[in-house]
């Protein structure tokens, strides 16, 4: 991680980057600005603004292209920060709001004090290829059930319904039921429904052969409820144990803890964050379901959530599902980091000794 305290000699060069056109503004050292302009988003535009210009701070949002433009920066020589998107709502919440004008406000809040960048660090190469695989099977999945959806509610307003069944049988179970007239509609839709089916199950054996590189997925998989997708999507989201320097903070880099609006004596209870990355979030949460349901073995996590829900309404229980998630990051991260085996009453076993 780079040292935000650090002060960068120089100019300071904010980049507003676009799926087509990105802006930049270069400040010098008194905070003028000497040059602005706007480069087309590709390598060769990208590669001669960053070789034009003096050694530089260069700032800019975190997006769809800024892990390869962030690269190409620091292969430049240039001290490279990417800007949490979400901590600088403020910057670009105003009425004169440009690109041009974006691209300077990045090099001034770059300049004055990169601490207020939230700066984040982007993954590896081979994580982020690893992960498009999960995230292509997540992409297969939603389809797949907006396409069921769409067959059962054709089918119900017939005055019929079909029968319950599990999404990877749904193509099998359901061709039979489905009246004569609307055959005509529905029949390609239920075989394409089947062929999702067969990718879906495809993408799952490319993380299954994927996960065997990675010793640690399975040592969390020892967990009851984190199955080979959950602890696939953990591995390669985080990448990497030491970016925490304490387990507990990993909670927090999942959005799983709680808004504060603190004024004086108002200090109301919020909802969670949901920073951080949406689709291992989900996947944490479907854990604790699990670990909370009628399946879930006895544990300390399972222990932890019934003591948070006793007492306590339907949204009592929903709080206790997260709590048990945040916990659940937080247990994942520290047997990963210290490579203990997972002990389901290691919290009990203490008190006891």
Not at 80 to 103: C, G, P, S, Y
Not at 105 to 117: I, K, P
Not at 156 to 169: E, I, V
């Amino acid at each position: 991680m780079k040292d935000c305290n650090a002060k960068s000699e120089g100019f300071v060069l904010g980049l507003d980057l676009g799926d087509r056109k990105s802006h930049y503004a270069l400040l010098d050292e008194q905070g003028k600005v000497v040059e602005q302009g706007a480069v087309r988003t590709n390598r060769q535009w990208i590669r001669s603004l960053f070789s034009n210009i003096p050694n530089s701070r260069v700032v800019m949002e975190v997006g769809t292209h800024s892990r390869w433009v962030s690269q190409m920066s620091e292969q430049q020589g240039h001290e490279t920060f990417v800007a949490n998107a979400r901590r600088l709502r403020w910057i670009f919440e105003n009425d004169q709001k440009t690109d041009r004008m974006d691209a300077e406000w990045l090099g001034r809040v770059g300049r004055f004090d990169a601490n207020l960048l939230h700066p984040i660090q982007h993954r590896s190469q081979q994580a982020q290829a690893d992960l498009a695989i999960l995230r292509s099977r997540e992409a297969l999945v939603k389809a797949r059930t907006q396409l069921i959806n769409h067959v059962r509610g054709q089918v119900k307003a017939w005055g019929k319904r079909l029968p319950k069944c599990a999404a990877k049988s749904f193509h099998r179970r359901v061709l039979g039921e489905i009246p004569d007239q609307l055959r005509p509609a529905l029949e390609t839709t239920v075989e394409m429904i089947g062929q999702l089916t067969s990718e879906i199950a495809g993408y799952e054996s490319q993380i299954a052969q994927r996960a065997e590189e990675y010793p640690e997925i399975e040592q969390l998989r020892a967990i009851k409820g984190v199955g080979l997708l959950s602890s696939s999507a953990f591995v390669w989201t985080l990448e990497d144990p030491g970016r925490f320097s304490r387990s507990r903070q990993v909670g927090a880099y999942l959005g799983l803890i709680p808004k504060r609006d603190q004024s004086g004596q108002r200090d109301p209870r919020l909802g969670i964050t949901k920073a951080g990355d949406e689709a291992l979030r989900r996947l944490l949460v479907q854990s604790a379901h699990y670990i909370l349901g009628p399946f879930g073995e006895d544990c300390d996590l399972r222990r932890f959530g019934e003591r948070r829900m006793e007492g306590e309404a339907e949204k009592g229980k929903k709080r206790a599902v997260v709590a048990v998630a945040r916990k659940l990051s937080v247990l994942m991260h520290h047997l990963w980091k210290t490579g203990e085996a997972y002990d389901p009453f290691y919290q009990e076993n203490r008190k006891a000794a």
